[in-house]
């Protein structure tokens, strides 16, 4: 494994949480995804790719937004983790956050964008020197409502041991347990690797 495979990204993050096991067949056995076959990744990526100018402006008014850059690429040397915004957001109170738009229905349990807002935050504060505490997912199939999400050391602490947990995967060649449930199985592109 090289030194280039420590950089983490938001999506290793999210596989991992999905199930640990998506790391070791990504980083350690190399088996790509071939997630372009699933329906509601090419219909979220056509969503990210329209960006549904008028919807996003209604979103940036809402959160007092002063200016915006979109599609940035971001990286933290402090964690180790790098990857592309959909949007960042500089608010009138001196302060950064981040903004993601899913192809997807509002839900309670949302882990997966809070520790990928998190991320972002991390990546924000370090590269524009900015306080960078909160981050906000917009859910395209319920009307563009918004989810604020808060961090705080706690926050850092808990994604820390998951990065860390990721490396020791990918640089040891651990096969973690697998995290699942029959549904998320049935669903998974790693299915028929998985014993």
Request: aromatic share 14%; charged share 30%.
């Given at each position: 494994?090289?030194?280039?495979?420590?950089?983490?990204?938001?999506?290793?993050?999210l596989?991992?949480?999905?199930?640990?096991?998506?790391?070791?067949?990504?980083?350690?056995?190399?088996?790509?995804?071939?997630?372009?076959?699933?329906?509601?990744?090419?219909?979220?990526?056509?969503?990210?790719?329209?960006?549904?100018?008028?919807?996003?402006?209604?979103?940036?008014?809402?959160l007092?937004?002063?200016?915006?850059?979109?599609?940035?690429?971001?990286?933290?040397?402090?964690?180790?983790?790098?990857?592309?915004?959909?949007?960042?957001?500089?608010?009138?109170?001196?302060?950064?956050?981040?903004?993601?738009?899913?192809?997807?229905?509002?839900?309670?349990?949302?882990?997966?964008y809070?520790?990928?807002?998190?991320?972002?935050?991390?990546?924000?504060?370090?590269?524009?020197?900015?306080?960078?505490?909160?981050?906000?997912?917009?859910?395209?199939?319920?009307?563009?409502?918004?989810?604020?999400?808060?961090?705080?050391?706690?926050?850092?602490?808990?994604?820390?041991?998951?990065?860390?947990?990721?490396?020791?995967?990918?640089?040891?060649?651990?096969m973690?347990?697998?995290?699942?449930?029959?549904?998320?199985?049935?669903?998974?592109?790693?299915?028929?690797?998985?014993?």
């Open positions: 494994m090289t030194d280039d495979a420590y950089w983490i990204t938001p999506s290793d993050v596989e991992f949480l999905f199930c640990p096991r998506f790391i070791y067949f990504m980083k350690v056995m190399h088996v790509p995804q071939h997630e372009e076959r699933r329906f509601l990744v090419q219909k979220g990526r056509k969503v990210h790719e329209e960006k549904l100018a008028a919807n996003k402006s209604y979103v940036r008014k809402k007092n937004v002063e200016k915006k850059l979109e599609n940035v690429r971001l990286f933290c040397n402090v964690y180790r983790i790098s990857g592309i915004v959909d949007e960042i957001l500089f608010l009138a109170d001196g302060s950064a956050s981040p903004i993601d738009y899913k192809y997807a229905f509002h839900k309670r349990d949302f882990k997966t809070f520790y990928q807002g998190l991320m972002y935050c991390l990546m924000i504060a370090e590269t524009f020197k900015l306080s960078s505490t909160m981050a906000y997912v917009s859910f395209s199939r319920d009307k563009w409502q918004v989810e604020e999400m808060k961090y705080d050391d706690s926050s850092i602490a808990n994604l820390d041991k998951i990065l860390k947990t990721i490396i020791e995967i990918a640089s040891q060649g651990i973690p347990k697998k995290k699942g449930s029959k549904r998320k199985c049935a669903d998974c592109t790693y299915r028929k690797l998985c014993v």
